[in-house]
């Protein structure tokens, strides 16, 4: 865990309460985490949790599903045992912020657990909800009390991206929030930073003395972050209409990758100085005018196509999409920041649905070395000098650079020396939520956004979303399912003498 150097402590007592019980997030992803902490022996010794249902729902039942959504999600062999004492701990109450005696009655079903189990008044509220119920069930919480912090116990809330629509909506989140609740209870969570390979970033720049004297606009040509998928939009349709592959993707997966990558070093490695180093430099990121949001942007939406053996198809016939759709389901960004490490490095992001591999890496391109040695070696046969950490499907890091090939001549080639996680280390597959759950409960928020740091990425992006909407269909690209996106992206980088690096989908 970043914030934590020594051995993995155990958490406090605490209760964990879960809106959204139901729900597809909690089956596919929190119960399972909290399995596979509870496998670690990483839960607190007095726990319970507290699913919050919107109606009346049986106890059994309710540990009946999840049980059925463990087996079906978990990222190891579900051990029985494990499992039932992990849900045996569960109770259930209704409450919704539409009916607002129901939080009375959940500060009352609380205090009676907490004398029961003796979780000491320690609370842990998820909000595995939709983002329109994030601020009304906050509000009540507030109201109720719940969230009131006394002397020897805490109450923290987690929030699930993504934090409002715009700058304005997140403004306006933010603001409701910090009505109820203190910055540091707010834990806004985003599954990439649990990722092994996203933390490690931190340790490799930091921890290695080798990279961060060259980790500047002196040795560094560009940036590229990329995240493709090769999901369609499938059931979504209702949800990614609205929303979009920019607001969905970049001020939050994109933006963390970005901040880490290029955030200065921290005078210390804790919670406080680390955030507020990354909204530093995501409020960093040029502004640009409507003009050059439209010139450094690239949108496209994916038509019909073929993804391995699988039909993709178009995504205005997708059930629950407008079939005169303009929301883009690829974007890529050419972004600059404004201080003195990154002055004239671009900072290429690509993210997109439907495309033909599936791939999540930071590239970092070095800059080229002068050719007077080797003028009789073609320009094109020397290899790119490129840091790659792969991020998924496969969690790793390349070096890629030249080397002589075995000869007598002076003939120069390409190689890479590779580093997997997986050849190198013994480790259950997990969520990704593992932890960041885990730091919740030890109050570590150094993995979590605050709120400067939220609307410091909306401010970022605002200039393309105000530019799309007033360009409607035109600039629209259409690109087919199961290719790598729409050419217009190349051109992207072309114009200024680069490329983006060929993906792989295993690195």
């Given at each position: 865990?970043?914030?934590?150097?020594?051995?993995?402590?155990?958490?406090?007592?605490?209760?964990?309460?879960?809106?959204?019980?139901?729900?597809?997030?909690?089956?596919?992803?929190?119960?399972?985490?909290?399995?596979?902490?509870?496998?670690?022996?990483?839960?607190?010794?007095?726990?319970?949790?507290?699913?919050?249902?919107?109606?009346?729902?049986?106890?059994?039942?309710?540990?009946?599903?999840?049980?059925?959504?463990?087996?079906?999600?978990?990222?190891?062999?579900?051990?029985?045992?494990?499992?039932?004492?992990?849900?045996?701990?569960?109770?259930?109450?209704?409450?919704?912020?539409?009916?607002?005696?129901?939080?009375?009655?959940?500060?009352?079903?609380?205090?009676?657990?907490?004398?029961?189990?003796?979780?000491?008044?320690?609370?842990?509220?998820?909000?595995?909800?939709?983002?329109?119920?994030?601020?009304?069930?906050?509000?009540?919480?507030?109201?109720?009390?719940?969230?009131?912090?006394?002397?020897?116990?805490?109450?923290?809330?987690?929030?699930?991206?993504?934090?409002?629509?715009?700058?304005?909506?997140?403004?306006?989140?933010?603001?409701?929030?910090?009505?109820?609740?203190?910055?540091?209870?707010?834990?806004?969570?985003?599954?990439?930073?649990?990722?092994?390979?996203?933390?490690?970033?931190?340790?490799?720049?930091?921890?290695?003395?080798?990279?961060?004297?060259?980790?500047?606009?002196?040795?560094?040509?560009?940036?590229?972050?990329?995240?493709?998928?090769?999901?369609?939009?499938?059931?979504?349709?209702?949800?990614?209409?609205?929303?979009?592959?920019?607001?969905?993707?970049?001020?939050?997966?994109?933006?963390?990758?970005?901040?880490?990558?290029?955030?200065?070093?921290?005078?210390?490695?804790?919670?406080?100085?680390?955030?507020?180093?990354?909204?530093?430099?995501?409020?960093?990121?040029?502004?640009?005018?409507?003009?050059?949001?439209?010139?450094?942007?690239?949108r496209g939406q994916y038509t019909g196509g073929r993804i391995g053996?699988?039909?993709?198809?178009?995504?205005?016939?997708?059930?629950?999409?407008?079939?005169?759709?303009?929301?883009?389901?690829?974007?890529?960004?050419?972004?600059?920041?404004?201080?003195?490490?990154?002055?004239?490095?671009?900072?290429?992001?690509?993210?997109?649905?439907?495309?033909?591999?599936?791939?999540?890496?930071?590239?970092?391109?070095?800059?080229?070395?002068?050719?007077?040695?080797?003028?009789?070696?073609?320009?094109?046969?020397?290899?790119?000098?490129?840091?790659?950490?792969?991020?998924?499907?496969?969690?790793?890091?390349?070096?890629?650079?030249?080397?002589?090939?075995?000869?007598?001549?002076?003939?120069?080639?390409?190689?890479?020396?590779?580093?997997?996680?997986?050849?190198?280390?013994?480790?259950?597959?997990?969520?990704?939520?593992?932890?960041?759950?885990?730091?919740?409960?030890?109050?570590?928020?150094?993995?979590?956004?605050?709120?400067?740091?939220?609307?410091?990425?909306?401010?970022?992006?605002?200039?393309?979303?105000?530019?799309?909407?007033?360009?409607?269909?035109?600039?629209?690209?259409?690109?087919?399912g199961g290719s790598e996106g729409p050419p217009e992206a190349d051109?992207?980088?072309?114009?200024?003498?680069?490329?983006?690096?060929?993906?792989?989908?295993?690195?």
């Amino acid at each position: 865990m970043p914030g934590n150097l020594a051995e993995p402590k155990r958490p406090d007592a605490c209760s964990f309460v879960i809106f959204g019980v139901t729900g597809d997030l909690t089956h596919r992803l929190v119960i399972p985490a909290l399995y596979n902490l509870a496998a670690s022996d990483l839960l607190p010794e007095k726990f319970c949790i507290v699913g919050v249902t919107r109606k009346e729902t049986a106890e059994e039942e309710l540990r009946k599903s999840l049980m059925e959504g463990l087996r079906k999600f978990s990222t190891q062999s579900v051990d029985d045992a494990v499992a039932k004492k992990l849900l045996g701990c569960l109770s259930s109450v209704c409450a919704d912020p539409t009916d607002l005696p129901s939080f009375e009655r959940l500060r009352e079903k609380l205090e009676k657990l907490e004398k029961a189990k003796g979780t000491l008044g320690n609370r842990l509220f998820y909000l595995a909800t939709p983002p329109d119920a994030f601020s009304p069930i906050a509000k009540e919480l507030g109201h109720a009390k719940l969230l009131h912090q006394e002397e020897g116990v805490w109450r923290r809330l987690i929030i699930e991206k993504p934090f409002g629509t715009d700058l304005a909506s997140a403004q306006a989140l933010n603001k409701g929030l910090l009505k109820v609740v203190e910055e540091e209870q707010i834990y806004r969570i985003d599954h990439y930073l649990g990722k092994e390979t996203v933390q490690n970033i931190l340790v490799l720049r930091f921890a290695n003395g080798m990279f961060e004297p060259i980790w500047n606009r002196n040795h560094i040509d560009h940036i590229q972050i990329t995240v493709d998928e090769k999901l369609a939009v499938g059931h979504r349709g209702s949800f990614y209409d609205a929303t979009g592959a920019l607001r969905d993707m970049v001020p939050n997966h994109l933006f963390q990758l970005l901040s880490l990558v290029a955030m200065e070093p921290p005078a210390r490695f804790d919670a406080h100085t680390v955030r507020s180093e990354k909204a530093e430099v995501l409020a960093a990121i040029q502004t640009q005018s409507a003009e050059d949001a439209l010139r450094n942007s690239v949108r496209g939406q994916y038509t019909g196509g073929r993804i391995g053996d699988e039909a993709v198809p178009d995504y205005r016939q997708t059930k629950d999409v407008d079939p005169k759709s303009n929301t883009e389901t690829y974007v890529a960004l050419k972004l600059m920041i404004d201080n003195w490490r990154w002055a004239g490095v671009p900072f290429y992001l690509r993210t997109g649905k439907a495309l033909g591999i599936k791939r999540t890496e930071v590239a970092i391109k070095f800059r080229q070395a002068p050719f007077a040695m080797f003028r009789d070696t073609p320009v094109d046969r020397l290899s790119q000098n490129y840091l790659v950490i792969g991020i998924e499907p496969v969690e790793g890091i390349t070096l890629q650079f030249n080397t002589k090939v075995p000869g007598p001549a002076i003939e120069i080639d390409g190689v890479e020396m590779k580093f997997r996680y997986k050849d190198y280390f013994k480790a259950e597959p997990s969520t990704g939520y593992e932890t960041l759950i885990y730091d919740c409960m030890i109050g570590d928020n150094i993995l979590f956004q605050r709120a400067d740091s939220v609307e410091a990425g909306w401010r970022a992006v605002q200039p393309f979303l105000d530019a799309w909407k007033a360009a409607g269909a035109k600039g629209l690209i259409h690109y087919a399912g199961g290719s790598e996106g729409p050419p217009e992206a190349d051109e992207l980088l072309k114009r200024d003498g680069r490329h983006w690096r060929k993906l792989s989908p295993n690195g």
